[in-house]
Every structure is written in structure tokens, then in C-alpha cells.
Nanobody, 118 residues
């Protein structure tokens, strides 16, 4: 079924911005377009949590902790989902992953590390 491949992130200062992107290369465009997709994250010593989701018809939802700071978007023609992260805080430090909603264990990729320094 293939995994999502995440990119972007890195080391960012508090208050800064970065943009993450992920792509699911194995699915066909129509299948990708029909799925709700989300960004999840797992901080040090924490459970993985849903950060932001976007439905097949582009309805978005955000965790309270990131509302007003993060923006999720999708490009179905490229089978990509992006996460624009602004006004980053040290508590945003985590490995960020893409997956469908509800999550599918076959789709977890390696994730991408975001580290926010204070």
C-alpha cells in the first residue's frame, strides 16, 4: 500500500516558521483525493497526537494547541499534504507524520523532526 514520505522541518527558533510536506507516492490520484488526511506528531515521551486534518472536500480541523498558528493544505494532483507552521513554540518539538483519517498502520513513514529552540 505504500507509506507517506515526509519532508521539511529541522531546527527552528521559537517564534519562527517552517513548512512540512508529505507525499503518498503509491496511491493513485483518485484514491488519495477521496481520503481525509492528517498531520500527527509525537513529542519526546509522549503519545502520538493528531495535529491537523483536511477532508476530501478540504474541511480542516486543528488541535487546540495549534489553532491560529498552523495551516494544513493539500494538492491532490501531486498527492501531497502540507503543514505551514508559524509562531512555533518549544512544545511543538516532535516528529511529525502524515497518515489518513482514521490512521492506517501501513501508511506510517519515518516522519520528519521539528525542533524548536527557546
Amino acid at each position: 500500500q505504500g507509506q507517506f514520505v515526509e519532508s521539511g522541518g529541522g531546527l527552528v527558533q521559537a517564534g519562527g516558521s517552517t513548512r512540512l510536506s508529505c507525499r503518498h507516492s503509491r496511491s493513485i490520484t483518485s484514491t488519495f483525493s477521496a481520503n481525509d488526511v492528517a498531520w500527527y506528531r509525537q513529542g519526546p515521551g509522549m503519545q502520538r497526537e493528531l495535529v491537523a486534518s483536511i477532508s476530501s472536500d478540504r474541511v480542516t480541523n486543528y488541535a487546540e494547541s495549534v489553532k491560529g498558528r498552523f495551516t494544513i493544505s493539500r494538492d491532490n494532483s501531486k498527492k501531497t499534504v502540507s503543514l505551514q507552521m508559524n509562531n512555533l513554540k518549544p512544545e511543538d518539538t516532535a516528529v511529525y507524520y502524515c497518515n489518513v483519517v482514521p490512521q492506517n498502520s501501513f501508511y506510517w513513514g519515518q516522519g520528519t523532526q521539528v525542533t524548536v529552540s527557546s
